[in-house]
């Protein structure tokens, strides 16, 4: 049987071969083949997982198949690297996410791609609330009384982070920079080890993506002071948006986005995004990427244009918090 | 206990839910066939299979397959995954008993005695001892979960940094209690171990360290880059030294039976035990715990046996011991999944991505919410131990065999093996390479009479150590006085302490009595 | 096993030892050397060879030991260039022990080299983790474990080396070339030629470029079984595992 596959897959091989000698210009039906979606994270992850709801609905509008590969690595940045110096056919494209592509710049000097410079933005995907975590017996009841309460002991306190370059990491750094202070990071090995700490009360507080909190928070392990949106989500109704409890600066997202490497046709982009954009209008997507706390962008947001602009405000935001961290 | 026999039913009822399949060609007939037991099935098979191939580790594995869960229903795709788990635990002990390649750093210790007593004619007995042991270990920890999950959580949530750093220094002493050489030359290779596992990038800064700007070693050396290098390839370049001939031939002459003898149970039924009770306890911590499991295992058995000198050459204790510890610390380290909802290690934290792309988000209340997934797992667990068990022993056969392939075809079979493992854990070019030069850097530990099992032992447990230390400086503002007096960390410190000095002491002793060291090759 | 090539540590040997030490001592520079003639060819990148050759020869002849007699206060040691460093912290205390052995009875080779390979590459470690911060009040730096480590690691192997020239012990034992030479060149063309030529190509390029390590390889037989043992990777890894993995030549894809 798998010989037969075999055998038949190398005559399509072959033919492939013998078309491309014969014409040439043969990019007028993209796809033709399957598309390698990069995604820079390890499967399962927050990333990974929109990635997969969103290529798969994609997939079947381009009705060719969408590969996801993970490659982890470096904050995600081996992942970026490999996607920006694949070649611009469209069939190689990358996830990115506010780590990969805005965060990294101000965090690693070294970095060898630039998000604006080395890719083309294609579509923006979802959205991941952040929150504002806390042991479950850390005495401030509120937003306003954990703001003073941090400032007034910003040497006791320590925030624990997922390691450096995380979005629990880069967006604490806002909230301090925001608050002026300094406190302790304590750095875990992702972002299980660093609940655990939380729920068994060695550290004392930590911002994260709504995912991975919201069992905890309905359990009453840890508490939630308040989410960085502008609206509250419907997966935690009871907690208030920064706004509303008194911190409206603290605004913070991480979010998912396709992107391609530079220098892809316009028309290959314009395909990409229209199978996106479709993806997310989808009931099912909608409902499995509302389950998990995310934040669809609505249509206006989907643009590359939109995304550009997205990119080069978030480079602005996270450059002057990061800068003196590193 | 009531309750434990209604849940445990669900969980039963849960894993042998029949549907009934009615294909074309039987004509309106219909088949009864449980999905889940299926399930289980092809996780048990493919972990097998994944576990005996070298280079691709358990995380490595769950991580590559769990796409193809994603179009099942939930419940019967973490069966599977977690029967690829402690399938691939099984099929490591194969790998490293019959080549010497631990796939993971739990079977490194395995491989001491098990790849001894392969040489010895007796892989049969080995394969068989570490199956039945994982078999008997998985089924005490599946009971352990369903009894006594939730009260066990609290032990996961009482290890904090320092307690962590506290177990770590006990690791590194186990790994020198490990060494069946000099003392010195094995605390040389652990520190060794440790300085490779600097490589990467900080924890704590995110700076770049002794990576020369290899994209590569950013997040440093992988384990089964440097396990296959030291282990696999040093061995096959060592196997084809002129002269070396004659030992192969002489090992594959010398295959007697295929079970254990009688013998050999007796010895190794009260090792089983205590490896399973180790194993247990330690699989509940996250972040670590099991790591250590299977060599705290071999360290106690080494330590209370009548002749520790056996141990190295071939003890059947250190095979059994060592496989019930880690196939025990893998079931119970399910039990932080399923109480807290937070993934201890890779491979839970894969399974709750799995969950949540099927929308279940695990958390405190998941036994409540989704009573048969949890249950439904520990059923499976058992059944899955049993499946194992049955494909296992009758295997073991079949991979003997394999030993009598002549070595001139086998040896580049495991070169291919390897490079193509190696190769797909991360899609990197450059690991093959890496393992390649560490497979000369292992020929020349050979060579010099450095023991590879410790300098692994300590790249494993190193970045744990250095990290949980630095966290628990942070959180104490610098305080070093934390380790003493938090209790748990005291009495981890004192056991460490306590070990180190008997086994200092008798090779001072031995020292002082002869003055000439024993040449022992 | 048991080929040791006997005690004897006579003059001739100790000598050889020592230029063998020196070369070590050296070896960094010389391989920073070679991998930038590749730069002249345009692969990879990094200083070009003149610079390299003059940097390094500047750094061991005088930057060095300007650097190791001058002023040890903290602004000079800042000023210090990576390569004054290598030669400071690795090749000097090389050199040291290249001449300490001229003057020395062996009495256990393979311990004694076995600790100075060791020390080395401590040392060269040491050096790596030099450009990295050390301790900043009771935060760790990302330098302080890597130096403590290396630290450690010189004293152990000092000490093995030590154990070498008191106690007597094995000698060096033999080296095959052949073995390592064409595994190593099977693993190297694995890596190299996987992404561009595929699974089918490498593995069985790679396969008999292994079996040529063994003198027993018989040529028809290592064929068959290697292109059996190609098939059933083609099938296993890439169906049944179902990894991502380019099976045949790119060219002949696209």
């Keep these: 049987m798998k010989s037969v596959r075999l055998l038949a897959r190398a005559c399509v091989a072959a033919t492939a071969a013998l078309c491309a000698f014969v014409a040439p210009a043969a990019a007028q039906s993209y796809p033709t083949r399957s598309i390698i979606m990069i995604v820079p994270f390890a499967a399962g992850g927050p990333t990974d997982v929109v990635a997969r709801i969103v290529t798969a609905h994609m997939a079947q509008t381009l009705g060719q ?17 490999r996607a920006a110096r694949a070649a611009n056919d469209g069939y190689t494209l990358i996830t990115g996410h506010m780590g990969t592509h805005a965060a990294s710049v101000p965090l690693y000097p070294k970095l060898v791609y630039h998000p604006e410079k080395d890719f083309e933005p294609v579509a923006l995907l979802a959205g991941t609330p952040i929150l504002i975590l806390a042991r479950k017996d850390f005495p401030p009841k509120d937003l306003k009384e954990f703001v003073a309460y ?11 982070h997922a390691g450096v370059g995380s979005v629990s990491h880069v967006s604490c750094e806002l909230l301090h920079s925001i608050l002026d202070i300094k406190p302790v990071g304590v750095p875990f090995n992702g972002t299980g080890p660093a609940m655990n700490a939380l729920v068994a009360g060695q550290v004392d507080y930590m911002c994260d993506q709504i995912v991975n909190a919201v069992p905890q928070i309905n359990a009453g392990t840890i508490k939630a002071y308040a989410i960085a949106t502008a609206e509250r989500n419907p997966s935690l109704p009871n907690v208030p948006t920064t706004a509303e409890a008194g911190l409206p600066a603290f605004q913070a997202q991480a979010w998912n986005a396709i992107f391609a490497p530079k220098g892809t046709s316009p028309a290959i982009l314009a395909s990409l995004n ?19 706390g995310s934040v669809i962008p609505a249509p206006a947001e989907r643009t590359p244009e939109a995304l550009a602009a997205l990119v080069k405000a978030e480079i602005a935001k996270w450059t002057p918090v990061l800068k003196p961290a590193t | 206990m009531v309750d434990l026999f209604h849940n445990l039913g669900l969980g039963f009822g849960v894993v042998f839910q029949v549907s009934w399949w009615s294909p074309w060609w039987l004509f309106g007939l219909s088949l009864p066939i449980s999905i889940n037991i299926l399930m289980c099935l092809i996780g048990a098979l493919v972990g097998t299979l994944v576990g005996v191939l070298p280079g691709i580790g358990t995380v490595a594995t769950v991580a590559m397959l769990l796409p193809i869960t994603f179009g099942l229903p939930p419940v019967g795709a973490l069966i599977m995954l977690a029967g690829i788990y402690y399938g691939a635990q099984y099929g490591g002990s194969t790998t490293s008993i019959l080549v010497n390649i631990p796939g993971e750093a739990t079977s490194v210790v395995t491989a001491i005695d098990g790849h001894q007593m392969a040489k010895q004619g007796r892989a049969g007995p080995a394969l068989a001892i570490a199956a039945i042991g994982s078999f008997f270990a998985g089924c005490v ?14 032990l996961a949530l009482a290890f904090g940094p320092a307690e962590y750093f506290s177990l770590m220094v006990l690791g590194l002493i186990f790994a020198v209690v490990l060494a069946k050489g000099s003392v010195l030359k094995a605390i040389a290779m652990i520190v060794f171990g440790l300085l490779l596992s600097m490589v990467g990038s900080d924890i704590e800064t995110g700076a770049s360290r002794m990576a020369f700007n290899i994209p590569e070693l950013a997040d440093g050396l992988g384990f089964a880059t440097v396990a296959m290098g030291v282990f696999g390839f040093a061995e096959i370049i060592r196997n084809l030294d002129a002269g070396a001939e004659m030992n192969r031939d002489l090992v594959q002459q010398k295959i007697t039976g295929l079970m254990p003898t009688r013998k050999d149970l007796i010895d190794s039924a009260p090792a089983i035990g205590r490896g399973t009770i180790l194993g247990s306890i330690l699989g509940i911590l996250p972040g670590g715990g099991a790591v250590i499991a299977s060599f705290a295992a071999y360290t106690l058995e080494k330590k209370i046996a009548k002749n520790p000198s056996r141990f190295g050459r071939g003890a059947i204790e250190g095979v059994a011991s060592p496989e019930s510890a880690n196939n025990a610390a893998a079931q119970t380290s399910f039990i ?24 279940i988000v695990p958390g405190p209340q998941v036994m409540q919410k989704q009573p048969d997934l949890v249950w439904g797992m520990i059923a499976s667990m058992w059944i899955g131990n049993l499946m194992l068990i049955i494909i296992n022993l009758p295997l073991v056969g079949i991979w003997v065999r394999l030993l009598r392939v002549p070595y001139r075809l086998m040896f580049p079979s495991i070169v291919i093996f390897c490079a193509i493992g190696i190769y797909s854990v991360n899609n990197a070019p450059v690991d093959v390479i890496l393992a390649g030069v560490f497979g000369l850097v292992g020929y020349w530990l050979i060579k010099h009479d450095f023991e590879p099992a410790p300098l692994l032992l300590g790249m494993v447990l190193g970045p744990l150590m250095e990290e949980n230390l630095r966290r628990a400086l942070l959180i104490s503002r610098g305080d070093w006085s934390v380790f003493v007096t938090r209790p748990l960390s005291a009495v981890l410190l004192a056991v460490a302490a306590a070990l180190l000095v008997l086994t200092v002491l008798p090779v001072l002793r031995a020292k002082r009595d002869e003055v000439f060291t024993e040449s022992e090759n | 096993m048991a080929d040791t090539m006997g005690h004897s540590a006579t003059a001739t040997r100790n000598t050889s030892l020592a230029i063998g030490i020196v070369l070590l001592a050296l070896a960094p520079q010389i391989f920073e050397f070679i991998w930038s003639i590749g730069t002249l060819f345009g692969w990879g990148s990094g200083r070009g060879p003149a610079t390299v050759l003059i940097s390094h020869a500047t750094a061991l002849l005088a930057g060095a030991p300007g650097a190791a007699f001058g002023s040890f206060g903290a602004d000079a040691k800042k000023a210090l260039s990576s390569d004054v460093l290598l030669a400071l912290i690795y090749s000097y205390p090389l050199f040291a022990v290249a001449i300490l052995t001229l003057f020395m009875t062996i009495r256990a080779p393979q311990d004694y080299i076995g600790g100075i390979v060791l020390m080395a590459v401590a040392l060269f470690a040491l050096w790596a983790s030099s450009d990295l911060h050390g301790m900043q009040g009771f935060k760790f730096g990302a330098g302080t474990a890597p130096r403590m480590f290396g630290g450690l690691l010189v004293a152990l192997a000092a000490a093995i080396a030590l154990t070498g020239l008191l106690n007597e012990g094995a000698g060096l034992s033999h080296y095959s070339w052949r073995g390592p030479l064409f595994v190593m060149a099977a693993i190297v063309f694995f890596a190299l030629a996987i992404r561009p030529l595929g699974l089918i190509v490498c593995a069985f390029a790679s396969f008999l470029i292994a079996a040529a390590g063994s003198h027993e390889t018989r040529w028809t037989e290592a064929v ?15 169906y049944v595992l179902g990894l991502p993995m380019p099976m045949f030549p790119r060219f002949l894809v696209q």
């Design chain 1, 65 to 81: 198949s969408i590969i996801i590969e993970n490659v982890v690595g470096a904050g995600g940045t081996t992942a970026t690297t």
């Design chain 1, 150 to 160: 941090v400032k007034a002991n910003a040497e006791k306190v320590n925030a624990a």
């Design chain 2, 141 to 154: 920890a599946t009971v352990l979960i369903a009894v006594l999950g939730a009260p066990l959580t609290k």
């Design chain 1, 274 to 292: 229209a199978a996106a954009s479709k993806a997310l209008d989808d009931g099912a997507v909608r409902k499995r990427l509302l389950d998990l």
């Design chain 3, 224 to 238: 068959i079984v290697g292109a059996f043992l190609t098939l059933g990777c083609a099938l296993l890894f890439p």
């Design chain 2, 336 to 359: 932080p999944l399923l109480t807290l909802g937070i993934p201890p290690n890779a491979v839970m934290a894969l399974m709750v991505g799995a969950m949540t792309i099927h929308g």
